[in-house]
């Protein structure tokens, strides 16, 4: 087998509860970081935990087959938000140099867990707005 072709199947998924090699990749790479996780999950999955362990606990989920990432994942953590201010400050020094897009979000304790709040216009501090109008039949976003 070709080199070429070596490196495209071993960046090729595997199919529902066969993502052995995904799974080695992403735990090779949370040992080198000293991220603890729980391995196998359901099989193949993995769950990794950063931070105090303990409350409040957030979560990102990603597909075992989203990993082939074709760009680049920036990660701001940001200081001071309160003040309203430090956002600038971070983007005067670079932190958003060559980002197309943001998505961010923030907690209210105003609003029950499960629920996700927006209005229309800037939300809860934002700087611009989109409006969406989504329709058609459900599916997997690699398929639509």
Not at 60 to 80: C, N, P, S
């Amino acid at each position: 087998m070709a080199e070429e072709d070596k490196e495209r199947n071993s960046r090729v998924p595997g199919a529902c509860f066969e993502e052995f090699k995904t799974s080695t990749v992403i735990r090779r790479e949370l040992d080198g970081t000293g991220v603890k996780y729980l391995w196998p999950v359901a099989h193949t999955g993995v769950v990794a935990t950063i931070g105090s362990g303990s409350p409040p606990f957030v979560a990102l989920r990603v597909d075992m087959d989203a990993l082939q990432i074709q760009g680049t994942v920036v990660l701001i953590f940001q200081l001071a938000e309160e003040r309203g201010v430090r956002a600038r400050n971070m983007i005067d020094e670079g932190a958003l140099e060559n980002v197309e897009a943001f998505f961010s979000i923030h907690t209210a304790t105003t609003h029950l867990i499960g629920v996700v709040a927006s209005r229309r216009g800037e939300f809860p501090a934002g700087c611009g707005g989109f409006e969406a109008k989504i329709t058609g039949k459900g599916g997997h976003a690699a398929i639509p």
